[in-house]
């Protein structure tokens, strides 16, 4: 555990120029990324935690060279989708590969990186609460926020709480590092220690989707996480007793379980993101960074912390996170709309990707890079009816079966 003084040492007397609420993945990036910028800014962190544990780990596909390789524990250059029946096909794209960073060294990278700048407290043990607009003493607009260790001024603020938000569908997951003596193979029935597991042992029914997500982190050790897709959160014992239920179907009942980690994220918002009182601007997931149809959110929040960290450095208001292209926001709407429409064949949809779509297109799809072919290829990929009927509009559906019979016969 990394901790830090949990005693307040707010100084509320001279507002700062900056106040992040939270000092989690999009706070630290965030005050990171100030700390080594040649901005001249006082920034305060605040966060009720009182210390920064293992408490998750961020995956995501890169290339080889990236400001966070130094923290990178794992790497895989390929994974593996596999349902229940045996259908599978494991992908691999040359020069990306899957790269697993843990939670405890990206908060050491961030902490280790904040305590160079004397300009930068960090006030863990430290809730934040109502933030209000007001005006500073030199007349300039600020903001006041109320945190359990009194009011605290502000130029601007950075809210990376997370909020409460209604979704099409929630990713709910918990997870298990195991040591189980070698007894898991990597997608747990054939042996391949450079492929992981992304969604294996997958099937569905009318609950919605499930899947295993193996993350081989040695020949005896693994990350296990029992993932389920459904139209509402589902309580994270559940989802416990239901991975220790995988886990027993595996033979690993016995494994020594070294850590946990679990978490129910938002897939399709359906509410507006609440407007932030003037001056303040909502980041991490509470501020959209979360991609609607896989959840990743990791890699989003480290560009948009690099952008928020330059703006901020030229005197200029911190930026949102940038808004889903509209191609991009319907394709994933309507993906999860079908998922919600028909549960039960949830997995076919995945396997269908998996296994009629070519790794180099889906990669760019989950990595926020498709371009209209590679959104066409997966449309394909797809059965046109239960995705047809999600559109929003009869002119819309004629539209799209039109551009799809038209499609086909080019294909032809
Ligand atoms: C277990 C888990 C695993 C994940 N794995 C991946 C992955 O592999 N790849 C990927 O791309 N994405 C992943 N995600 C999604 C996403 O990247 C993470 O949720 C990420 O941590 C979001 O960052 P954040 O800063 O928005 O939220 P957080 O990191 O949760 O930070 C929010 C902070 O706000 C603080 N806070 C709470 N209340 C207050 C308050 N009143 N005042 C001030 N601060 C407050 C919290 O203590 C916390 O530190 C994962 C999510 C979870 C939960």
Do not use: K
Not at 97 to 113: K, M, P, S, V
Not at 118 to 135: D, K, M, N, S, Y
Not at 213 to 239: G, H, I, N, Q
Not at 367 to 373: P, Q, S
């Amino acid at each position: 555990m990394t901790a830090l003084s949990p005693e307040p040492s707010l100084d509320a007397a001279a507002p700062f120029d900056l106040v992040i609420l939270g000092a989690g993945c999009a706070g630290l990036a965030l005050a990171a990324r100030l700390a080594r910028s040649d901005a001249d800014l006082r920034v305060a962190v605040i966060d009720p935690r009182t210390e920064h544990g293992d408490d998750r780990s961020w995956s995501f596909w890169h290339h080889d060279h990236h400001a966070l390789r130094s923290i990178v524990a794992h790497e895989w250059s390929g994974w593996t989708y596999r349902g229940l029946d045996g259908r599978a096909a494991t992908h691999r794209v040359p020069g990306v590969t899957y790269q697993y960073i843990r939670g405890i060294d990206f908060y050491r990278w961030a902490l280790d990186a904040i305590a160079t700048d004397p300009r930068i407290t960090l006030q863990l043990g430290v809730g934040a609460h109502e933030l209000a607009a007001v005006t500073l003493d030199d007349g300039d607009d600020g903001v006041r926020v109320m945190t359990d260790a009194g009011p605290v001024l502000a130029r601007r603020v950075v809210d990376t709480r997370p909020q409460r938000t209604r979704a099409l569908l929630y990713q709910c997951f918990s997870g298990v590092e195991i040591e189980h003596g070698g007894r898991l193979a990597t997608d747990t029935d054939a042996s391949d220690a450079d492929a992981v597991g992304l969604m294996t042992r997958m099937r569905s029914g009318a609950e919605g989707l499930g899947f295993l997500y193996v993350l081989p982190l040695s020949p005896t050790r693994a990350l296990v996480e029992w993932t389920r897709f459904s139209p509402a959160p589902l309580p994270l014992d559940e989802v416990a007793a239901e991975r220790d239920a995988e886990l027993g179907a595996l033979g690993l009942g016995d494994a020594v379980v070294v850590r946990e980690e679990q978490g129910i994220l938002p897939m399709g918002r359906v509410d507006a993101p609440p407007s932030p009182v003037a001056g303040v601007a909502l980041a991490g997931n509470a501020g959209g960074a979360l991609r609607d149809a896989s959840g990743y959110a990791f890699l989003r929040i480290q560009r948009w912390a690099m952008r928020c960290a330059a703006a901020l450095a030229r005197g200029e208001a911190p930026p949102a996170h940038p808004r889903e292209p509209w191609v991009r926001r319907q394709m994933d709407r309507i993906f999860l709309q079908a998922l919600r429409a028909h549960p039960e064949r949830s997995a076919d949809y995945f396997l269908a990707m998996a296994t009629r779509v070519a790794p180099r297109r889906l990669l760019r799809f989950l990595t926020d890079r498709a371009t209209l072919g590679d959104l066409v290829a997966i449309i394909a990929s797809l059965p046109l009816t239960p995705f047809l009927a999600q559109l929003p509009d009869r002119r819309e559906r004629l539209v799209a079966a039109a551009s799809a019979a038209r499609r086909q016969r080019v294909e032809r």
